[in-house]
């Protein structure tokens, strides 16, 4: 497979990559140069080759796979660290749930994926491909040829990409990522490698420096749980979607689901079928669509849960009542880096993290610092166009603005958030202008930006969904749109 970059084209660097440049760096930390000095020096500085730099990846989901092979392209040198024993993240089901099913206890052992059993894609492959290396139908027995395939088929395609681009030889398995913190214009990446198969084995701690660390760590692992008045005094059991795998634990039983997204819609069909009665109630659930669900014997709407109590009751805001075995939060997850100490420089406030120009770079921090994925926009392709960007910013072929340009900038976005409403923590959800953001993105790398096909298919599958929300992964219509993807692809083979 090429390893060739094929779409970039300027040679500058920033403001504040100047600074540290070598002579720079040896003589005054870049830390301390990047809180105190003024940012109004000229912000770019021609430069003619590229600089190498040594920089840490964590972790080997998607993102890290696609920001690995970025950062080598661009001639930097790439370590990856994994924690777990393989490459692909989420995308490694793991019939093992947590000992804490509300995922609260702070020291329990993580189980890093929350795929269930039954878990298809929500995208169509097409669309949730790489740019340059479209997630195509393989022949083999354990492949899953459909469009929207089952999660293995995600975990092999993920596989295929590390093996295609030897991206193994850069990562370091079982090693844990535990602290990663700045001295002296560097960061310190302290891991711990487990040496051997068993949980007694031993640990080697190691710190290791680098000039970029790169954030990749996903999102979907630390469960966010829904506040219920009376909860603590309710004696059923409550769990959440993180730790939910298979149906059969709930049948015969009275269910209140709470969240109405992606986890709430898929889960609560998928119990309804063992289940006496499903209830979903959700702060986001329109007053006219709540009752009985048509089409189904044992699933209601409901208004948000107003209390629970001692009796067992779990009441709705509407005064509607049910008496439930289980309560199942399927209420998202939280941006979570137990991991990272930047003096505050970089936090996390009801779900935003921030402050990051384009969700990407820490403006103080910046370019040593820096996060894939965190935007919910379509995953694969926006962390290619991000590990692009980052990989070209560290190298000095991009320009970034100047750390106080982009604070302006995340304010303005911050305000312009606020003025139209959205709560904080939605900073990352990007509904409307996901294709702008990736667009942008691959403007600033030089690449092409998405294609027509790509994002006329990505709003055929959500109108879509929203027509029939249990059938639209084996029933569409826009088959000249994956005529067109597909012509598209060849030219990748
Ligand atoms: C239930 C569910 C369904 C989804 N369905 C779809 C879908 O249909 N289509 C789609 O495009 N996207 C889907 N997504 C989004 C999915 O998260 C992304 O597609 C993508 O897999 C995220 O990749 P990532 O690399 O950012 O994170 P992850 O895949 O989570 O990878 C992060 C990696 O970092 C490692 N790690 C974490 N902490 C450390 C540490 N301290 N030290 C070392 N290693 C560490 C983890 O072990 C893991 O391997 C889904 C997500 C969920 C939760
Ligand atoms: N392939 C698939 O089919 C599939 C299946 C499951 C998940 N996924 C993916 O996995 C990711 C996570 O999805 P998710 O559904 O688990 O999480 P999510 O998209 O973040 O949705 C969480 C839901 O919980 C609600 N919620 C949060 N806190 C609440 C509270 N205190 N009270 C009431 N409601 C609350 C949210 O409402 P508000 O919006 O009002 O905050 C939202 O509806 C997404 O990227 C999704 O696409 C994919």
Request: aromatic share 12%; with cysteine; hydrophobic share 35%.
């Given at each position: 497979m090429s390893n060739v970059n094929s779409c970039h084209s300027q040679s500058a660097i920033t403001y504040s990559?100047?600074?540290?440049?070598?002579?720079?760096?040896?003589?005054?930390?870049?830390?301390?140069?990047?809180?105190?000095?003024?940012?109004?020096?000229?912000?770019?500085?021609?430069?003619?080759?590229?600089?190498?730099?040594?920089?840490?990846?964590?972790?080997?989901?998607?993102?890290?796979?696609?920001?690995?092979?970025?950062?080598?392209?661009?001639?930097?040198?790439?370590?990856?660290?994994?924690?777990?024993?393989?490459?692909?993240?989420?995308?490694?089901?793991?019939?093992?749930?947590?000992?804490?099913?509300?995922?609260?206890?702070?020291?329990?052992?993580?189980?890093?994926?929350?795929?269930?059993?039954?878990?298809?894609?929500?995208?169509?492959?097409?669309?949730?491909?790489?740019?340059?290396?479209?997630?195509?139908?393989?022949?083999?027995?354990d492949r899953d040829p459909r469009r929207f395939p089952g999660h293995w088929e995600v975990l092999l395609f993920l596989e295929d990409f590390a093996r295609d681009f030897e991206i193994m030889e850069l990562v370091r398995f079982e090693t844990e990522v535990l602290h990663v913190g700045m001295e002296e214009g560097k960061w310190i990446v302290r891991s711990r490698k487990r040496a051997g198969a068993d949980r007694d084995d031993l640990l080697i701690d190691s710190d290791e420096v680098y000039d970029g660390v790169v954030v990749c760590n996903g999102h979907y692992t630390e469960p966010f749980i829904a506040e219920i008045p009376g909860i603590d005094s309710w004696p059923g059991k409550q769990m959440h979607s993180h730790n939910y795998r298979v149906p059969d634990p709930f049948r015969d039983q009275v269910v209140v689901l709470i969240g109405s997204s992606s986890s709430g819609a898929d889960i609560s069909?998928?119990?309804?079928?063992?289940?006496?009665?499903?209830?979903?109630?959700?702060r986001s659930i329109a007053n006219e669509t709540i009752g009985k669900q048509p089409g189904y014997e044992n699933i209601w709407l409901h208004s948000m849960i107003k209390s629970a109590?001692?009796?067992?009751?779990?009441?709705?805001?509407?005064?509607?009542?049910?008496?439930?075995?289980?309560?199942?939060?399927?209420?998202?997850?939280?941006?979570?880096?137990?991991?990272?100490?930047?003096?505050?420089?970089?936090?996390v406030d009801d779900n935003r993290v921030g402050p990051l120009?384009?969700?990407?770079?820490?403006?103080?921090?910046?370019?040593w610092l820096s996060f894939i994925g965190l935007p919910r926009v379509l995953p694969f392709p926006m962390f290619e166009f991000q590990s692009k960007w980052v990989a070209g910013v560290l190298s000095g072929r991009i320009v970034l603005p100047s750390p106080q340009e982009m604070m302006e900038d995340v304010e303005n976005f911050y305000s312009k958030l606020e003025a139209a409403g959205w709560p904080k923590r939605y900073t990352h959800k990007m509904a409307d202008?996901?294709?702008e953001y990736n667009d942008w993105l691959a403007t600033e790398?030089?690449?092409?930006?998405?294609?027509?096909?790509?994002?006329?298919?990505?709003?055929?599958?959500?109108?879509?969904?929203?027509?029939?929300?249990?059938?639209?992964?084996?029933?569409?219509?826009?088959?000249?749109?994956?005529?067109?993807?597909?012509?598209?692809?060849?030219?990748?083979?």
């Open positions: 990559q100047f600074l540290m440049s070598d002579s720079l760096t040896k003589v005054l930390g870049i830390w301390s140069l990047a809180w105190t000095l003024p940012v109004q020096v000229s912000k770019t500085v021609m430069y003619n080759s590229r600089s190498s730099r040594n920089v840490a990846v964590i972790g080997a989901g998607a993102a890290g796979l696609v920001a690995a092979r970025e950062l080598r392209r661009e001639g930097h040198k790439v370590v990856v660290y994994e924690r777990g024993q393989k490459v692909g993240g989420t995308w490694i089901y793991d019939p093992n749930v947590e000992s804490d099913p509300l995922g609260l206890e702070p020291f329990r052992v993580i189980v890093h994926s929350s795929l269930y059993d039954s878990l298809r894609t929500n995208l169509p492959r097409e669309v949730m491909g790489f740019r340059d290396y479209p997630f195509v139908a393989k022949e083999g027995r069909r998928d119990i309804a079928r063992v289940a006496k009665e499903v209830h979903i109630s959700g109590h001692g009796d067992g009751t779990v009441v709705f805001q509407d005064g509607s009542s049910v008496l439930p075995d289980v309560v199942l939060h399927c209420t998202g997850y939280k941006y979570h880096f137990p991991f990272l100490d930047t003096h505050d420089i970089v936090t120009y384009k969700h990407v770079f820490p403006p103080l921090l910046a370019p202008y996901r294709f790398c030089g690449c092409s930006v998405s294609e027509e096909w790509r994002k006329q298919m990505f709003d055929a599958t959500r109108r879509n969904k929203q027509a029939r929300p249990e059938t639209y992964r084996d029933v569409w219509k826009d088959q000249n749109l994956f005529s067109q993807a597909n012509e598209d692809f060849l030219q990748y083979k």
